[in-house]
Structure formats: structure tokens, C-alpha cells
């Protein structure tokens, strides 16, 4: 069966550097989502990304936030400048057209030193 | 912003027995709402959904029901079985948003006991 796939599954950085998190989304699935989880809080929404665009951003995504789909099978997360607050678990997911069911991946779990 | 609820952080149930997980919105543009399973360290796991214009779902052990003049889903799982433990989230989508983001509730850790 198809799965969302994430890498790496911890990244551990110092604060202020750049973090580039990897999904690569189910192959047949055009729109993809990034969501993230704060230790003991509810899993909130990011962004979405269909047609090669931003399509949906959340108060959360501002400008230290970016995403792309570099080729026909990555979705990256890109966070330039990282703060302490942005240790959390990272969830990519993904959803084929005509369906509101959103296939997500293991996780990355990044933590801001 | 608390569209999504979910009340009980937690619930313990006997191998064997119903688990009843319940789920409140306060959002009237939610037109649909899904159940995901998740384990420790691993993404959320689709479990089941239910569009607004039924009340009820079932596939398998699981059932989602929905009242919606309450705003309220429940799921149902019978019967409950020891792989069963785990954060049982409810999310909903609105049919105002074309892009299908999810809102998910906190969670309610599922605990079956022998």
C-alpha cells in the first residue's frame, strides 16, 4: 500500500540555523499539507500546496517558512532562521483529487537547540 | 481557537468491550470529519470519515456517528481489542475551504486492558 514517506525521521539543530524537512507524498495525490505538533499540544495546520503553489497558509507559516516541490516527488519544509519554539513533530500529508481523506507520514521530529 | 474538541484526554476499557470516543465542533461550516488512530513516534493513521449529509458510518469495528443540531461525533469501536491503544484524534474539514485543511481535536488516549 502507498505511504507518505518523511526524512529525516529527528533532525537536531542549534538555533538560528536553516532546517530543510523531506516528504515525498503518495504518487497519485496532487495536494499536500504540512502540519506540526508541539509536545502535548493539537496537531495544527501549516500550509497547503497544490499546482505547484501555496494555496493555504496558516498564521503559523510566516516568512521563515517555505515550501517546494522540487521535482515530481519531493515536498520539502524549509524553516531559514530556526527559533526555540519550533521544536516539534513536523507531519507531511497528502490527498488525492475528489477525496478528503489525508494520508500522513511518520514524522520528523525537530528539536531547536 | 477551539473548533474541535475533545473532551476526554483519556479512556480505559476492557478487552472486549465498546470504546466510545466523543468529539464536539463549534464550527457550522464543517462539512466533513475524520477519525485518526496514532501511535507513539508515527504519523496519524486515517481511520474513518463521515460526510455531513449522513449520520452514521461503519466499516469494520469501527462506527462514526454524527449529530449534527449537536455538533457532536462520536466513534464507536466494538470490540475493543489490546492494538487498539492509542491517541484517537477527530478532525474536520470545512466546505467554505476548497484546500481541505484539517482541524484536529487534543486527542484521547485509548487504553485497552486485558
Known amino acids: 500500500e502507498p505511504e507518505v514517506t518523511q526524512t529525516p525521521s529527528h533532525q537536531v539543530t542549534q538555533m538560528g540555523q536553516e532546517v530543510i524537512l523531506r516528504c515525498v507524498p503518495i504518487s497519485n495525490h496532487l495536494y499536500f499539507y504540512w502540519y506540526r505538533q508541539i509536545l502535548g499540544q493539537k496537531v495544527e495546520f501549516l500550509v497547503s500546496?497544490?499546482?505547484?503553489?501555496?494555496?493555504?497558509k496558516s498564521e503559523i507559516f510566516d516568512d521563515q517558512f517555505s515550501v517546494e516541490r522540487p521535482d515530481g516527488s519531493n515536498f520539502t519544509l524549509k524553516i531559514r532562521s530556526t527559533k526555540l519554539e519550533d521544536s516539534a513533530m513536523y507531519f507531511c500529508a497528502s490527498r488525492r483529487t475528489g477525496s478528503h481523506e489525508q494520508y500522513f507520514g511518520p514524522g520528523t521530529r525537530l528539536t531547536v537547540t | 481557537d477551539q473548533q474541535v474538541k475533545q473532551n476526554s484526554p483519556s479512556l480505559s476499557v476492557q478487552e472486549g468491550r465498546i470504546s466510545i470516543l466523543n468529539c464536539d465542533y463549534t464550527?457550522?461550516?464543517?462539512?466533513?470529519f475524520l477519525w485518526y488512530k496514532k501511535y507513539p513516534a508515527e504519523g496519524p493513521t486515517f481511520l474513518i470519515s463521515?460526510?455531513?449529509?449522513?449520520d452514521k458510518n461503519e466499516d469494520g469495528r469501527f462506527t462514526v456517528f454524527l449529530n449534527k443540531s449537536a455538533k457532536h461525533l462520536s466513534l464507536h469501536i466494538v470490540p475493543s481489542q489490546p492494538g487498539d491503544s492509542a491517541v484517537y484524534f477527530c478532525?474536520?474539514?470545512?466546505?467554505?475551504?476548497?484546500?481541505?485543511?484539517?482541524?484536529f481535536g487534543a486527542g484521547t488516549q485509548v487504553v485497552v486492558t486485558p
Open positions: 478532525a474536520a474539514s470545512a466546505k467554505t475551504d476548497s484546500w481541505g485543511k484539517l482541524q
Open positions: 463521515i460526510s455531513s449529509i449522513k
Open positions: 500546496f497544490y499546482n505547484n503553489e501555496i494555496s493555504e
Open positions: 464550527n457550522s461550516m464543517f462539512d466533513y
